[in-house]
């Protein structure tokens, strides 16, 4: 066996191993915890990440993944970012509703779907799950997305997938200066106040409406990925509904997200029309998802990437720019490496051409596993692994390194 062959049989085996330690089963419903001691539960879009995780090996496992997340469908269509099949002790929240949350996140079902479809062309997969899929994003674009604004609105911090991130520091009414208790009391009490609205959308609203960059530009993707498959199982009107829905969303991306004096996009409190201006890793994510055109994308890595070091370290991007006041290096989203992140930013890189940097980034995050192993988060500055062990996510370096033939990543290691 060459080294190669040997760190890609590695790598896989460990990935292997943490994903079946991690997968339950519940009235033959089949998910995967993200952790088993500190998230035992399914979530939206980890599910999502895990189903491209293991398409790499185990196809039938990541359909079923997808499968279970629709099982708690909501009768308007939306899809919980949180189901609790077996409720324990642990971190076991009030998200509003029982057994389920009143939250969702962030829209990239369609797209783990169309992952998994290319390694495993299962038309019934798609047919069974497509009016599933249809629901939750006709859910968005008639309930989230402002007919006026033409953006889709989050209820929560929460919904974006980066709890404590400070861009929804204003929206909380919490300085910079705050610890993750605090952050969390304000994001439980807008779960507070939802249940007293009755979850009336109008009344939610009030609270906290956030027209986040990541959210509507993953929204623009899965869209467009929804227009695919319509056109694939032969539905023309729905997909032509769905691509036009794409198109108009993108258009109010470009003439509300990106001020006419920036090269970025910024997210919008919606409750009193102010920009939010907190330097994130957000400003990549209409990179990753195919919103930017290709001049716009050389702009952004030119500007914040080359030419500048206020986001990459050695191990990665880091969610929040050393040049935030905000930034701290172990505050959770609030500076640190997360290996989802990354891993949108080698997709993006990917689609716009800048292989080496792709690359990268890669070995970047197989570094971080050499180092800290499968934890949820990473020092930004040390590599030092945080938060939650035999954490899922680390998994999403083997799809960084085969969905690219990264057999120059492997070779550094
Ligand atoms: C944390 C993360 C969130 C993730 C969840 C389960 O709350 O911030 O993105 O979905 O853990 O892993």
Not at 62 to 90: C, T
Not at 389 to 407: K, P, Q
């Amino acid at each position: 066996m060459t080294t190669k062959t040997s760190h890609r049989q590695q790598l896989l085996g460990k990935v292997r191993n943490l994903m079946h330690a991690n997968r339950r089963e519940h009235d033959g419903h089949i998910y995967t915890v993200p952790s088993p001691d500190t998230y035992p539960y399914q979530w939206l879009w980890d599910s999502c990440y895990h189903a491209i995780i293991l398409r790499h090996f185990d196809a039938e496992t990541a359909k079923e993944e997808l499968r279970s997340l629709f099982v708690r469908q909501y009768d308007n269509g939306m899809l919980p970012h949180m189901i609790y099949w077996e409720p324990s002790e642990k971190h076991n929240i009030n998200w509003g509703k029982d057994g389920v949350s009143s939250i969702t996140q962030p829209p990239m079902v369609a797209l783990a779907v169309q992952q998994v479809l290319d390694v495993d062309d299962d038309r019934q997969f798609l047919t069974d799950l497509f009016p599933k899929l249809a629901d939750y994003y006709d859910y968005l674009l008639k309930h989230r997305v402002d007919s006026k604004v033409g953006l889709a609105g989050i209820i929560n911090p929460d919904e974006s997938g980066e709890d404590n991130s400070p861009r929804f520091d204003p929206a909380l009414g919490l300085d910079t200066k705050q610890s993750l208790p605090q952050n969390f009391a304000a994001r439980l009490e807008l779960v507070e106040a939802d249940r007293n609205a009755s979850f009336d959308l109008d009344r939610m609203k009030q609270t906290f409406w956030v027209y986040d960059v990541p959210f509507n530009s993953i929204l623009f993707e899965n869209l467009q990925i929804m227009a695919e498959f319509a056109a694939i199982l032969g539905r023309s009107s729905e997909s032509r509904r769905f691509a036009r829905a794409a198109e108009q969303l993108l258009e109010a991306i470009n003439q509300r997200l990106l001020p006419e004096d920036s090269g970025d996009y910024w997210p919008i409190d919606g409750v009193n029309s102010k920009e939010l201006n907190c330097l994130s890793w957000h400003i990549f994510a209409p990179l990753a998802t195919g919103v930017m055109t290709d001049k716009q994308a050389h702009s952004l890595i030119h500007r914040r990437l080359i030419n500048n070091d206020e986001f990459m370290v050695k191990y990665g991007l880091r969610t929040v720019a050393e040049s935030d006041s905000s930034y701290d290096p172990e505050g959770f989203w609030r500076g640190p490496v997360w290996i989802g992140v990354n891993w949108w930013l080698v997709r993006g890189l990917s689609r716009y051409g800048y292989h080496e940097l792709a690359h990268d980034v890669t070995v970047a995050s197989l570094k971080l596993l050499e180092k800290s192993g499968f934890r949820e988060y990473f020092n930004s500055e040390t590599g030092e692994g945080l938060g939650a062990r035999e954490f899922t996510w680390g998994g999403l370096v083997l799809d960084m390194i085969e969905t690219r033939d990264g057999s120059e990543e492997l070779r550094v290691l």
